[in-house]
């Protein structure tokens, strides 16, 4: 339905302006900004709607261990070199003419809209977290979410009531309308949604690796921050993903603390099967559907079974080529497909 391969370039649009315009509030020849943009593609009520969120530095790095800040960003002349560079962009893949442009200039509202909010001190480390968990924020919330089941409305067809990031309106969408306006937002297979530029792009970090100058920290920034405190621990980031503290006890709700790393493969096995942990197993198929009928054997007679012709057993060494599967899809050791031919 729609270009996605445009968004990288709508991403290049905007860091060609943004470094250009960075680069302008320096005085040293060289200097370098950096980037990171994540690619949104959705808007309030899931309608497709492309914009970008940008993490960017409030000035430009140079030469070894210097960074130099620059003057707050305009987002008014943002604006229009954004636009400007974003219709040449358009232009030259085809997607729309001169006439058009002449036209998109004219208008009163230009259609763009860019915001800079307020510097965001590198001390502030809560206030970096909730930056970086914004720019890559998922499509929907489930707190704003709520499922009405066909059992429930009046003519029988689910729904789904979305309310409002502000909380003053929502929307009713019929359940397969709400997986339709979703599945648009799913990245195309190998899409990047989330690129670093410049000072932060994987070719400038590798050049400074070769020259160890990558764990350098611009003179200019000063902190005081300890490197134990800096790096989040693992058990805070579990609790942040899954909201459950690996480090409570599920049986008596106690504090645990960790007493040993245990990382010899045979060691984890040997603990794991000694705790009857280490054969997996298939969750239990949803209630409500049988996939296989039990038949007494003394009702089993040949004839009133036959074996599908089209059987087919999953390529278990080729898991990850199967296209709706991910990481954490599991398959079964062997599928065996009966047909019951009894009409009883």
């Known amino acids: 339905m729609y270009d996605r391969r445009l968004l990288a370039k709508l991403s290049q649009c905007a860091w060609k302006v943004l470094s250009l315009y960075l680069k302008q509030g320096v005085i040293f020849e060289g200097a370098s900004p950096g980037a990171v943009v994540a690619v949104q593609t959705f808007g309030d009520f899931l309608n497709f709607n492309p914009h970008l969120h940008i993490i960017a530095t409030d000035g430009c790095f140079y030469g070894q261990d210097g960074f130099m800040v620059g003057p707050q960003p305009n987002p008014k002349a943002l604006e229009h070199a954004f636009r ?6 358009l232009k030259k893949e085809g997607k729309i003419s001169d006439t058009v442009i002449d036209n998109m200039l004219s208008w009163h509202n230009s259609g763009f809209n860019i915001f800079c909010s307020r510097p965001t001190d590198p001390d502030d480390q809560n206030g970096l977290e909730r930056l970086a968990q914004y720019i890559i924020r998922a499509p929907i919330s489930q707190e704003r979410m709520v499922y ?22 929502s929307k009713t969408f019929l359940a397969l309308d709400w997986l339709a306006q979703l599945v648009t937002h799913i990245p195309s297979k190998g899409e990047q949604l989330v690129r670093y530029y410049g000072y932060y792009s994987n070719k400038s970090r590798g050049m400074r690796k070769k020259t160890a100058l990558d764990e350098q920290v611009p003179f200019l920034i000063d902190t005081d921050i300890d490197s134990k405190e800096f790096r989040k621990s693992w058990s805070r980031l579990i609790q942040k993903v899954y909201s459950r503290d690996p480090l409570v006890c ?33 969750h239990d198929p949803p209630p409500g559907k049988v996939l296989l009928e039990f038949i007494p054997e003394n009702e089993l007679h040949s004839e009133q079974l036959t074996f599908a012709d089209d059987l087919q057993y999953p390529d278990l060494d080729n898991q990850h080529n199967h296209r709706y599967e991910d990481d954490y899809s599991q398959l079964p050791d062997e599928e065996l497909c009966l047909k019951h031919a009894s009409s009883r």
């Not at 009405?148 to 309106?169: C, F, H, M, N, W």
């Open 84 to 89: 400007l560079e974003v219709f040449k962009m």
């Open 148 to 169: 009405v089941p066909s059992s429930e409305a009046t003519d029988g067809l689910a729904r789904v009531i979305y309310q409002a990031k502000d909380g003053g309106s």
């Open 250 to 282: 599920p049986k008596c709700n106690g504090k645990m603390k960790v007493i040993a790393l245990i990382d010899d493969v045979a060691v984890i096995k040997k603990i794991l099967q000694h705790l009857d942990l280490w054969e997996t197993r298939n």
